[in-house]
């Protein structure tokens, strides 16, 4: 009898009197202690703008009291955010794009950190093609490994804005980059067919040269020069075109043209000038 008593009274301190087992705000004990670390998160949080200026010139300072921030609630972005744009600044880039990408992992569909994550990953792509280390011992990694990190993160914004042009022909652009013409102009013709703006086209008739397919490469200047026949530009690339294609008639047919409406300002582009000016005269 006493044993069963002895449990009743366990039992009714346990679950009959919660008001002993819960903080004075009437919580539950782990409700109280998460108010308690958001309260104080959302503290330091608020103090940031202040800590800001006291180390502006000492980012690791920032950094620390960040990383303070962030262990008081690691499931929560901000800090992270914040201690990204530091590192950025440090010029430790492979560091903000590791704090980026927990941020987005509790975030998955924030375009803004969507999209700092492709510009910091673009320009790492970029500084590693060029085989150069710079302060802060960037970049870590081979050019393919932000390059293919770049189109990652370009498929996923696809998802989230499936009408965004730009994006699309951004990356169609680094997968030509990386040696892969023929995917960069599917997305080059899936940009044209989202907003037909003249940089898609232009790229798509470089990409379309570079496969060898000069033909290709023309019509997409052609239609350039009809959009806008005052950009000396596109004639004389029409003119390059034609003669590559041993169309010396229309070369010079679309270079005398250029001479007519522009004059001496076609002479600005030596590099562009295939023809032969004298030999355009009897034309």
């Known amino acids: ?55 502006s010139g000492s980012p690791q300072d920032l950094i620390d009291f960040l990383t303070t921030l962030i262990k008081i609630d690691p499931e929560r972005s901000e800090g992270y955010v914040e201690r990204a744009e530091i590192y950025n600044i440090m010029n430790q880039y492979d560091r903000e794009l590791e704090d980026l990408s927990i941020a ?3 975030e998955p569909e924030n375009l803004d950190l969507l999209e700092s994550r492709i510009a910091t990953s673009s320009f790492l792509h970029t500084v ?7 302060l802060g011992g960037y970049p870590k990694h081979r050019a393919e490994v932000y390059g293919q990190a770049v189109i990652l993160d370009r498929d996923r914004l696809s998802e989230l804005m499936p009408e965004d042009a730009h994006n699309v022909y951004e990356r169609g652009k680094i997968k030509v980059l990386m040696g892969d013409v023929n995917g960069g102009i599917q997305d ?15 790229s798509r008739s470089e990409a379309k040269e570079q496969l ?10 052609v239609v350039l020069l009809a959009e806008s026949p005052e950009d000396i530009y596109y004639y004389l690339q ?3 075109i034609n003669v590559l294609l041993g169309d010396l008639k229309s070369a010079c047919n679309i270079y005398n043209q250029a001479i007519k409406r522009f004059g001496k300002d076609v002479q600005g582009y030596p590099n562009l000038i295939l023809v032969d000016p004298n030999d355009c005269k009897a034309v």
């Not at 899936?190 to 086209?201: C, H, K, T």
């Not at 060898?212 to 200047?221: E, F, I, N, T, V």
């Open 128 to 134: 590693a093609l060029e085989n150069t280390k710079y």
């Open 104 to 106: 987005l992992t509790l």
């Open 212 to 221: 060898g397919d000069l033909q290709g490469a023309l019509s997409d200047y």
């Open 238 to 240: 029409v003119q390059r």
């Open 188 to 202: 080059f013709n899936l940009s044209i067919e989202l907003f037909p703006f003249p940089f898609a086209y232009m």
């Open 1 to 55: 009898m006493f044993f069963i008593l002895r449990c009743l009274g366990v039992y009714l301190l346990l679950f009959g009197f919660p008001s002993l087992f819960a903080e004075p705000s009437g919580l539950p004990l782990f409700a109280a202690e998460l108010e308690k670390h958001e309260s104080l998160y959302d503290k330091k949080l608020a103090e940031l703008p202040e800590i800001k200026i006291k180390y």
